[in-house]
């Protein structure tokens, strides 16, 4: 056994100094076949060895085999792979050796490989140019979770328990309790909770819906929500600073229409559409505006008094309006996109046409 292990020793120390004067890949190679190759490799013939060894030295020498072959091995790929190696001479000179690995030589005078460069997705794009506008304006951004309680999605906005418009915004529940939020509106009353008047606030961020998907609808969708809260404020406020914000945001040229319509926390309450911008009201089976020439942006109103009671805010003293206004649906006004879901198709040939006005 001593014989053996003392036979494996040496050559360990015979593979080490010739694998440190081996300069180049042939020297290499040769230096694999003298120890692994497959007939005459010295690894290999202190394996065939092992055969005829008794069963109680078979294990104890198989071990020290095994571990003389992964030693070579190892030390073999790692001078293999090193793409140059450079070697201090007699007299301190650096002298490049190559080896086989040509294809891992660094040839600086070749072009860097280019990376693809990140952008922001064009809603987010869209989305803060929203949030420019309103800074013009004196609002502040704020943002809130997007897992919310039944109380401040539905409850403190004065929908109770049952209450059928509760139907037109069912979403996942997570729990009794928890829900990913309908709308941004919770957002009302998470800062006016917080804040006392005067607020004047946006709130992005991202809602969803139990939804049948369509061109102009999606399950998941960016809402953003503005809210106003002083003493003597009147629908004429909401009224004109939404027309200036959409102006600004779709061109002078829009038309905006404020119907009258229903929300449990605004009274009184009013959708607020924008002429069609992909038809301008030229195209009966128009996918968008379906040839009304008008399409829904967003819910708006005034705050109604008891949400403001909610929030231990006097609405004698106070009043305020809010609104809530679909990101997708005006991006796909301002790009002139007919379909909606194309924005998250993540076709990069669409993605990256992006750029604002
Ligand atoms: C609301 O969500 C109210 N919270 C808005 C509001 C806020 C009213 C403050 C009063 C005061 P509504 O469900 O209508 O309302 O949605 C508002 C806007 O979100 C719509 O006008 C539309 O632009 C967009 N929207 C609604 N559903 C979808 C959908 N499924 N996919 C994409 N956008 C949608």
Redesign the pocket.
């Known amino acids: 056994m001593k014989t053996l292990e003392s036979r494996i020793g040496a050559l360990k120390t015979k593979f080490d100094e010739s694998l440190a004067g081996a300069t180049d890949a042939g020297a290499l190679e040769e230096l694999r076949n003298e120890f692994l190759s497959r007939k005459r490799g010295r690894v290999t013939l202190l394996f065939e060895e092992l055969k005829s060894l008794p069963p109680e030295e078979k294990r104890s020498f198989g071990r020290l085999v095994n571990e003389l072959k992964a030693h070579v091995q190892k030390n073999l790929a790692v001078s293999l792979k090193g793409s140059i190696r450079i070697k201090s001479g007699a007299k301190g000179k650096l002298t490049v050796i190559e080896d086989d690995a040509d294809r891992d030589q660094v040839d600086l005078t070749l072009p860097g490989e280019t990376l693809p460069w990140g952008a922001p997705h064009p809603v987010m794009l869209f989305l803060e140019e929203i949030e420019r506008i309103f800074e013009t304006m004196g609002f502040s951004v704020a943002e809130g979770p997007e897992i919310e309680t039944d109380y401040y999605n539905f409850e403190a906005l004065n929908f109770p328990p049952h209450h059928p418009a509760r139907d037109?915004?069912d979403t996942l529940y997570l729990g009794e309790n928890l829900l990913l939020r309908?709308?941004?509106?919770p957002m009302?009353v998470r800062v006016m909770e917080k804040h006392k008047p005067p607020i004047r606030i946006i709130v992005p961020g991202k809602?969803y819906?139990r939804?049948a998907i369509d061109p102009?609808?999606?399950?998941m969708?960016y809402?953003v929500?503005?809210?106003l809260v002083d003493e003597g404020v009147t629908f004429a406020h909401l009224k004109g600073t939404l027309d200036l914000f959409l102006k600004r945001l779709l061109g002078d040229k829009i038309g905006t229409r404020f119907r009258p319509?229903f929300?449990p926390?605004?009274e009184p309450?009013a959708?607020?559409d924008i002429s069609c911008l992909i038809c301008s009201g030229r195209d009966q089976a128009c996918p968008v505006c379906g040839g009304t020439g008008w399409k829904?942006?967003?819910?708006?109103?005034m705050?109604n008094p008891q949400v403001l009671k909610n929030v231990n805010i006097d609405p004698e003293r106070y009043s305020g309006?809010?609104?809530?206004?679909?990101?997708?649906?005006?991006a796909m006004f301002c790009y002139q996109i007919a379909d909606?879901r194309t924005f998250y198709e993540n076709d990069l040939r669409f993605t990256r046409q992006f750029f604002l006005k």
């Open positions: 037109d915004w309908t709308h941004t509106s009302q809602v819906r939804e102009t609808h999606l399950p969708f809402q929500e503005g809210l319509s929300f926390f605004t309450s959708e607020v829904e942006l967003l819910g708006a109103g705050i309006w809010a609104f809530g206004l679909g990101i997708e649906r005006a909606m």
